[in-house]
DNA sequence: GAACGATTGTCTAAATTTTAGACGATTTCA
DNA sequence: TGAAATCGTCTAAAATTTAGACAATCGTTC
């Protein structure tokens, strides 16, 4: 399982890597948060630890609440779990509200952070799991919506295509399978 | 939300009912779990009350995790919450394992039997539809892994008669929409 | 590297299918 | 009811598919 930690102290990021290091098969920490859509578009990470108040002279959250709404907003996004100074429950709230999966508040409770990091990417996996399983369908959908409209020829076309990749090029395979004559593949193949 | 009611004891059904009443839509209270397959065939219901100890004459609960799993085997099936004589902890355990949505003790704390019940059919929706989606999923990719197979005439009526119910028999047009000659469709059709 | 079977690209000529067009009969819809 | 669209059928030409044959090439096995 892949960590991802933003906050702009450094000693806070150590602090994170050193206690999470223990539970985790890897852990990138990074103070700048807009390297955060490279590194997520690969989907490579399972959870994203977030600083609420990384900018310290915008106390309110904003950034924060800015850059949870950016990771949720992904196609294959990871859990996230926020980091609020402690008592800043109107932030939490929202912050949860928007997509964010749990908070902890600062200073940390060593093993309830473990925790409840673990406990947010067992969450999130079915949440993916579902988002996968929908994007698929929606496609085999849109295929098929698209199959309907076409040509006789076109899906002809797609068909044959599709049967000679998977005959990996034979085309005498190919043909039997497709159930013409080679020849008449030799044509359809030619426009 | 229909809520189903297993329990061999009139005056517990009776009371279980009284206590979930008016909380959801409708209840339906049986003292012989044998009606069960039937009565959860059509997925009415929401959410099952199942006694584990309904037959006096066997208190292992063997019976009730019985039911528990042709239930929790069915295509579409219900939250299931099973209730347990105080203290069986084993049982409760064991029945948990094999798909048990959440448990009760008797006797039980009114609030908190409500509380669990709905806890348990909110839980039970996510895997509810994740089930629908998946066992759809299935079928589009069944459905896609056939069309690969198929011969390019067997590809062709397929599609020939997707187009020309889609045109609700109007032959000139489906001939149109599918690119070839209203004589051709002829052809194709009296095969 | 020789030998073998399978595949390829190309050709021919026959068989089959598709095509455009036409025709009166029937259906649809305003 | 009346015009437009569709149907079912036909013809003859055009296009496609088919089986079969051939030498060349490829991949495998010995």
């Known amino acids: 399982m892949r960590i991802l ?3 702009d102290n450094k000693a806070v990021r150590l602090s994170l890597k050193m206690v999470l ?3 985790f098969d890897s852990i990138l920490t990074i103070g700048d948060p807009k390297l955060l859509p490279a590194l997520l578009a690969n989907g ?11 900018d310290t002279s915008r106390l309110d959250g904003s950034d924060g609440l800015f850059w949870l709404e950016r990771i949720k907003s992904m196609p ?7 980091i609020t100074a402690f008592g800043d429950i109107q ?5 949860m509200k928007r997509g964010g999966d749990d908070f902890v ?22 949440a993916r799991s579902v988002q996968a399983v929908l994007s698929q369908a929606k496609d085999t959908k849109a ?26 090029g034979n085309l005498t395979q190919a043909a039997k399978l497709l159930g013409i004559n080679r020849q008449t593949l030799y044509n359809q193949l030619k426009k």
Chains 1, 2 share one sequence.
């Open 105 to 126: 508040t600062k200073p940390w409770d060593n093993i309830e952070l473990i925790a409840k990091v673990k406990s947010a990417i067992r969450k999130n996996r079915l």
């Open 143 to 168: 295929r098929q919506d698209k199959l309907d409209a076409m040509t006789l020829d076109e899906l002809k076309a797609d068909h044959i295509n599709s049967v000679v990749a998977r005959c990996n």
């Open 5 to 7: 930690i933003i906050d």
């Open 44 to 54: 490579d990470f399972d959870a994203v630890l977030l600083d609420m108040n990384f």
């Open 91 to 95: 932030l939490a709230v929202e912050a």
């Open 76 to 82: 294959q996004a990871p859990a996230v779990v926020l």
């Open 21 to 23: 290091g223990s539970e």
